[in-house]
């Protein structure tokens, strides 16, 4: 797989939630979970399934840093 985002985190599917046309997919990364929202149909073309390896990719142009007071 080659991406140009540089953020792919490697880790294992713990959850699919399918709504109704959204699902919410996480991904243990070395006991941190990550949730992504992406399509119904973007799961079942990728077969994701609970237990599976799967890559977190994450490409931004802004990252938004907050502090409490």
Known sequence: ??????????G???EVLKGA??????IDIGGTVITSS???EA??????KVGQEAYAVVKA???MVGVSD
Do not use: Y
Request: zero cysteines.
């Open 21 to 26: 046309t959204t699902s919410h997919v996480r």
């Open 43 to 48: 799961v079942d073309e990728l077969g994701l």
């Open 61 to 63: 142009s802004d990252v």
């Open 12 to 14: 294992t599917v713990v």
């Open 38 to 40: 992406i399509t119904n």
């Open 1 to 10: 797989m080659e991406l140009s985002a540089r953020n792919q985190l490697k």
